[in-house]
Every structure is written in C-alpha cells, then in structure tokens.
C-alpha cells in the first residue's frame, strides 16, 4: 500500500504502459508539486468524469514536467500499474493524498492468448484502412497480452466509459474479451460507413454524368434549331434541391422528365409547369412545435372568450392528451395524430370560428378557415383532374399551402351547409380527411400523391347537427356551444366587444363609458339572441351616435341605463308570456331553432262546426303528428284529467303556431299542444311564467328531447322562471350554468298529467270557458266531474 497524491485527469483515461501529456490545472499541478516534493515522482493518476472519481486509478510516474509548444504548462506521464483508491490520509501541499493498493495480475489462462489473437487480427485490420503501418509494426512487436489489452487506451474509437471498464478490470482475460467485442463493434460500423461512401460516391458520378449528358443533349438541340422548353432545366434543379419527400420526389422528376421532351407549343408543357409549381410550393416538411403548457393554453383561452368552460375544459383534454402521447411517442394506427376531429356546433355570435383561432393560438400553430357553406362540388375537397383545363387542388391542399405547415388547425366552416350535387358530395369527400385512419394517405386528385393529414387538427362548425350528414357526424366529436347568459354578454361586452369597437370608430377608451347595467339592459331588451352579435351591433350603433356627439362637444360620453333609449330607442323585446297566456288556451313551448333556443307560443281555440282539427303555421310532420296525439290523449283520458271530452270531440279545433310564415317542425312540442288544448277545455289559463318542451305518446308519458341547454336559456332571456321537461333530461341540467340553475326552477316529469296539473292555474282562479261551455269541473252531459290531482303534486 502506497500514499500517493491524486492527479485527476478531466475526460481522459491512463492505462498501465501508456504515456500522455496532462496539461497543469490547479488541481494537476498541486498533484505534481506535491510528487516533486516527496522525492518520488510517483502520483496517483484517476480519471474524473462530470467532477466524480472512479473506484481505481493507475499509479503513474513524472517523466517530465514543462511547457506545451502553446506555452502551456504540461507534464508527461506514465503509467506503472493499477491501483484500487483507499482512504484519504492528510498530506503536505493543496494536493489530494489517498491510500493506494497495487492491484496483482493473474497470469493469463483459458482463452486469453485465442482472443489476443483475434483482438490483434482486428486492430491490424483496423489500422490497415487507416493507413497506420507504423502503428501496425508497434502491435505486432507486443507479446505480453497485459501490455497489448492496456495498449487499447490509444485507440481513438473506444470512448471515455470503454476506456474506464478497460481500468476498472484487472484480470487480462476480461480485458480482452471487451477488446475483441468492441473491434468488432467498430469494424461492422467500418464497413457500414465504407458502403454509405461509396454509394454517396456513386450517387455523384451517376449526377455527374447525367449533368454532362444533360449539356449534350441541349448542344444537340441547339444544333438542331430545337430549344430547350423554358425553365425545364430550372424545374429539375429545383426539385433535386427541394426536400421532398421519396416517392413525391419521384414522381415530381417523372413530370420534369416529360416536360423536358415536350414541346413549347404543346399545352401538356403549361400544365406540367403549374402542377411543379404546386408540388414545390407545398410546406412538405414543414411543422410547427406545439405548445405544451396548459396553463398558458388555458389563459389564452380564458383572454379570448368569456364563460364556454366545458368547451375550454374539452380542448385543454385534447391537448392533454396529445402531451401524453408525444411524450410516450405514440401514434395511432396508420397516423401520427391523436385522431380527435372537433366539431363545435351552436347558433350563429357565440364564437365557434374565433374559438378554431384562439385554439390555433393556444398550440402555437398556424390556423386557416376553408369555408364550406354552399359547396355542392366534390372537386373542391378532392381537386381536379389534371386533364381538365383551370384544374387547381382541393381546399384542403391550398389551405396546408396557405398555412406553411404540415401540422396546422384547419377550421372547415359551415359543414352544415354542405349540399350535394350534380358534380358529387363534398360530404363524402370529406369522410376521408376527417377519418385518422385514413388521413395519413389522403390523396388529391390533383396531385396525385399522398398527402399526411394525420399532424392536421381539423376543427368543424356547424349551426344545425341534424343537417349534418351522418357518417360525417360520426367522424367527430361533438362539443355544443349552446349560447351564453346576460351576465356572460356583459363580460363579452366589456372585455371583448367595446375595445374592438372602440378602436374602429376611432375612440379612445377616455371618450366614452357604459355601465354594465347599461349592457344588461341592451342584451335582454334590444337584442335577444343565444350569441352576441347584435350586441356588437347595438354597442357599434351606440359609438357611432357618441363620434357624432364628440364632433361637436369633446366632453366624455358616459351611458347607463337611462341613456339607452336615447341612443337604441324603445326596447324592442319585452316579456310578453303574462299577455299571450292570459286567456285560455294559450301555451308557451320551447324549441331550438338555427338561431338558437327560442320561445314558442301554441294557440288553440274552438268553434262550431264539423268536428275535427285544423293546423296552421307552417308545421312539418313531426308537430303535425304530436298535435294528432295530443288531441287523441286529451279525449281518451279526459274524464279522468277532469275534462269534458265533448268539448273537444263535438266541436272544430284549431290548433295554430304564430310566425305562419316560419318553418317549424320537432319532437318537443307535444307536452305544450297537450297543454293548450287542456286550458282551451277546462277554461284554465296556463300560468305565465312556465315553459315546457318534451313529445308526447298516447299513453301520456313525457319523452325526452334535444337542445335543453339552449331551450332553458331562452326561457330564462324570455323572462320565464319555471320550465317543465322531460324526466329523462334531467341529466341535461349538470351543463346548465349556475347563476340559470339559481334563477330558473325546472321540473322533471315523466307524466302529462302532472304536467297540466302544474302548468294550468287552479280552477277558482279560471274564468269561465268561451262559447258557453261548461267549466272545469263540470259536464255538460252529465254528472260533475272532479279535478284530477297527481299525487305529490
């Protein structure tokens, strides 16, 4: 055992038998001096890699201690033997003093001199490409198998962690084992390496010649009076430059090629122009890198649009996931994307398309919107044909070429709109953009070459679902942006809408003030609508009128409520549920329209002559069919409802839906025909403040409906504050807002006796049926009947 001082060497490796030059740090040369001192010259040589020392280290010996032709200081040594670090033990100088142990060799046995042998065979191969026979001489001298084993430490295809097992194992056998593996490692990556140069070599003679023979063929057409057609040279030099994926490569110098033997004269040679002209613009391997920060995903989202939470909350699990997956490497059958297709549907103003931009915005990408209302060509998904004259791509290729990016958010407007025609159905087409098993090889008829839309995040809008081709819908998921509530206009409003404003009327925010009572009062009595673009309207209308005023009087303009008629004049929607039901036989239903959720007044009245029903107000075969039912429930169960059934059988009912001129039709009106025809009966007015939607069966159960959301937050902007639905829908209400839910008492029922015993008024507060009929209660023909009351009720 030996106390020698440690001598660290930063990234390197001293085996026995090796000599290196060790440049003089301030650790290194404390080592030095500290050898010098004691008289020995002998120092503790161990590697250090990242600031750590290894468990052994080689006792090496000063052969000489100066300065580098740069000057530097630098001492050379060499090593002795391997060494196992002890404990530190104190020593003079700034120097480390640890305790060393010799290591002793075993002498060689087994196959130790077989795998000498071949490790000598493979270095000499090794050198002989290198060109190294000085090198070779050496190694072919050295017969001790220990000296040739640590002679490995020169070798400069061994790394820094090879060299330090090569330290760390002192049996000669081991050693050479890990030798003769890591050869033949090197050789094999050798001759990979040789074959890859040789083919790059080859590559450029073929590309040499082909260039000569290029230059041959434009002399022999200059000769012959026959010019090169224009830029069919530049063409090819521009598709060997581009980088352009193998088999679009390939098929883009097919057309080079053909250009390049077609005539100028020949309209071929303008079309094959324009497609290389396409294919080169495409952004083949261009992406963005996404944002992964939710948090930042999340204020952008929060900065661009007020409420919509379980929207932000769906495409912050989208982009969760999408994190998920990249960090794992994932990828979906056949595609790298995470296949979700959004497709954000509600009426017109709530934001859908602005929403597609501030997604762009929260993942970092580039965002294009391709509209798609009133498309009834196929081609314009699909592209043309080249074989026809003015073929162009699909919008889907000329948006990834708008974008510059392989991996942008495509919003496809307006896929509600789309309409078959006698040129096919884009709906159709679009099946295979939006499917992400197919997607990764979409193909446009124009380029014909696949095109990788898997990276795309394809976002849809729509303001109707049910108009929406099925196997479409099937491809996405739905996400409803149902309206929003006054309280969230007024922030839209406030937040949104007046800087926007403001800024286009040429106003600063000093100018002008509103109160948010001011913009309640404006989005529930001047603009009625489940979005907020007649309020940007009204506030624009408002600014306009306040410019004028600034014209003359520089003074700011403040409003609050009682300035809102100067500037909008009188309200223009104000409840009117208290009037239209005031009288028997009136009823106010809920429907969804594609403007959104809506109130829905249903009359029906009575007169003499041929009994039967009469239905006006431009209703389809659904609300046709619920008022058949309606009329047939309310006469088989009338007695037991406490309703004379001759009032409704021997008499002409009309049953009508104001706004004749409107289309309506859907399964949710049956329960308000029911309702309407009962007040006409039993002389009971509904009471004003209800609303109701759900279909009706014969048998008297309340069926579920759609849109129930959207329905309640037309109820509450009509000033409604008690709604009846189906007991199925109950489930609806968890995506009901919290300030409605606190407003707006709704009943789930299942029964439409329970419902015309909570909807009607009671029967001492009714007036008297018109046409002298008999009252509630009563029967014309017969005995008193008593009023039915459901139980709980």
């Known amino acids: 055992m030996a106390t020698l001082p440690v001598l660290p060497l930063n990234d390197d490796v001293l085996l026995p038998g090796m000599v ?29 890699v990242d600031g750590a020392y290894g468990s052994f280290g080689v006792i090496a010996v000063l052969e000489k201690v100066g300065r580098l032709p740069s000057g530097e200081p630098a001492a050379v040594i060499r090593g002795l033997e391997r060494a196992r670090i002890g404990a530190g033990v104190p020593g003079p100088g700034a120097a480390l003093w640890v305790e060393a142990t010799p290591l002793d060799e075993a002498a060689p046995a087994g196959k130790a001199r077989e795998l000498a042998r071949e490790y000598k065979a493979l270095v000499i191969g090794v050198l002989q490409e290198r060109g190294a026979w000085q090198v070779i001489d050496t190694v072919e001298k050295i017969t001790d198998l220990s000296e040739l084993a640590d002679s490995a430490g020169y070798a400069p295809w061994l790394t820094l962690a090879q060299k330090i097992k090569l330290l760390e194992a002192p049996d000669v056998t081991a050693r050479l084992e890990l030798l003769v593996e890591w050869a033949r490692a090197h050789a094999a990556e050798q001759q990979v390496n040789e074959k890859i140069n040789q083919d790059v070599r080859d590559g450029l003679e073929k590309t040499q010649r082909e260039f000569l023979l290029r230059q041959q063929l434009a002399a022999i057409r200059k000769e012959l009076g026959e010019d090169e057609p224009d830029g069919s040279a530049d063409y090819r030099a521009r598709v060997e430059a581009a980088e352009l994926p193998e088999k679009v490569k390939e098929a883009a110098l097919r057309e080079v090629g053909r250009l390049e033997r077609a005539s100028d004269q020949s309209p071929e040679a303008g079309w094959i122009r324009t497609w290389l002209d396409t294919v080169l613009e495409m952004p083949w391997n261009e992406r963005t890198e996404d944002n992964t920060d939710l948090a930042a995903a999340r204020a952008v989202l929060d900065a661009d649009h007020a409420g919509l939470a379980d929207v932000k909350d769906r495409i912050l699990e989208y982009l969760a996931v999408r994190n998920r997956r990249a960090e794992k490497n994932l990828q979906v059958v056949g595609g790298r994307g995470s296949g979700a297709v959004l497709a954000l549907a509600g009426p017109p103003g709530v934001g859908k398309t602005s929403l597609g931009e501030s997604v762009a915005r929260a993942l970092g990408r580039k965002f294009v919107r391709v509209s798609l209302g009133g498309i009834r060509d196929e081609a314009e998904i699909r592209g043309h044909r080249r074989t026809y004259v003015g073929a162009l791509p699909g919008r889907i290729v000329r948006a990834l070429r708008e974008a510059g990016s392989m991996n942008p958010v495509v919003l496809l407007d307006e896929v509600d709109k789309l309409a078959a025609g006698y040129a096919g159905d884009p709906a159709a087409a679009l099946l295979e953009v939006l499917d992400p098993a197919q997607n990764h090889t979409f193909r446009d008829h124009y380029l014909e070459v696949d095109l990788d839309l898997s990276d795309v995040l394809f976002l849809a809008t ?3 679902v049910e108009t929406i081709p099925g196997p479409l819908l099937d491809r996405m998921e739905l996400v409803a942006l149902d309206g929003y509530t006054e309280q969230e206009k007024v922030a839209i409003a406030r937040d949104h809408l007046l800087p926007r404003q403001l800024e286009r009327a040429g106003l600063e925010p000093a100018d002008f003030a509103i109160t948010d009572e001011a913009l309640a009062r404006i989005a529930g009595e001047h603009t009625r609508e489940a979005g907020v673009r007649q309020l940007e309207r009204a506030l624009a209308k408002i600014l306009r009128k306040v410019a004028v005023a600034l014209a003359g009087d520089p003074a700011p303009v403040n409003v609050g409520v009682d300035e809102v008629a100067k500037y909008l004049g009188r309200a223009r929607f104000t409840p009117e549920s208290a009037e239209r039901t005031a009288v028997p036989g009136v009823a106010t239903g809920l429907a969804v329209t594609g403007a959104g959720g809506d109130v829905l007044f249903i009359e029906a009245t009575s007169m003499e002559g041929e009994p039967g029903l009469t239905l006006t107000g431009q209703l389809g075969d659904v609300m046709k069919e619920s008022a058949h039912i309606a009329l047939s429930y309310l006469r088989s169960n009338g007695r037991r409802l406490g309703i004379d059934p001759n009032r409704l059988a021997g008499r002409r009912i009309h049953l009508h839906v104001p706004a004749g001129a409107v289309p309506k039709d859907g399964p949710s009106a049956g329960i308000t025909m029911v309702t309407a025809l009962a007040s006409l009966a039993t002389g009971r007015p509904v009471r004003p403040e209800f609303g109701m939607t759900g279909e009706v069966t014969l048998a008297g159960r309340v069926l579920p409906i759609g849109g129930v959301k959207q329905k309640l937050l037309a109820a509450h902007r009509a000033g409604l504050t008690e709604v009846i639905i189906p007991k199925r829908n109950e489930p609806d209400l968890d995506d009901l807002p ?9 009943h789930a029922l299942a029964d439409v ?12 507060d009714a007036a008297g049926p018109e046409d002298g009929a ?20």
Do not use: F, M
């Open 774 to 793: 008999a009252g509630p209660g009563s029967d014309a023909d017969g005995p008193a009947v008593p009023d039915y009351v459901p139980a709980g009720i």
């Open 753 to 764: 006796a329970d419902v015309l015993a909570l909807a009607l008024r009671p029967a001492e």
């Open 462 to 464: 729509a303001n109707v």
């Open 20 to 48: 290196i030059p060790v440049t003089l740090e301030a650790p290194t040369q404390a080592a030095v001096d500290a050898a010098r001192a004691a008289g020995d010259k002998r120092v503790l040589a161990v590697p250090r």
């Open 738 to 746: 919290d300030e409605i839910r606190g407003e707006l008492k709704v």
